[in-house]
Nanobody, 115 residues
């Protein structure tokens, strides 16, 4: 199995930045891709960004140019740098991994952006 622990959420002002981290432990060699999803109240969970083992990245349109996903393989940690935050970025952000074809999720971290 794999365990995911997120950190870095919190309160930011519009235009500010936060860096989220997701540390994986356990059978990390079976991770094929890692990403961040978010879910605001009353909405469906949506993909924000993901990175595959070959380093390919994908972003939702609203995150392009503002968010950057990266990883440190030595620490089994993936980061989401969020810049130019907007109130509409407010949501619970979840770390996700494709673990041997299965989805695994972190517990979520709240990001709140004030206007």
């Amino acid at each position: 199995q794999v365990q995911l622990v997120e950190a870095g959420g919190g309160l930011a002002q519009a235009g500010g930045s936060l860096r989220l981290s997701c540390a994986a432990s356990g059978s990390v060699s079976l991770i094929r891709a890692t990403g961040w999803y978010r879910q605001a109240p009353g909405t469906q969970r949506e993909l924000v960004a993901k990175i595959t083992n070959d380093g390919s990245t994908e972003y939702t349109e609203s995150a392009k140019g503002r968010f950057t996903i990266s990883r440190d393989n030595t620490k089994n940690t993936v980061y989401l740098q969020t810049n130019s935050l907007k109130p509409e970025d407010t949501a619970v952000y979840y770390c996700w991994v494709n673990w041997s074809g299965w989805s695994r999720w972190g517990q979520g971290t709240q990001v709140t952006v004030s206007s």
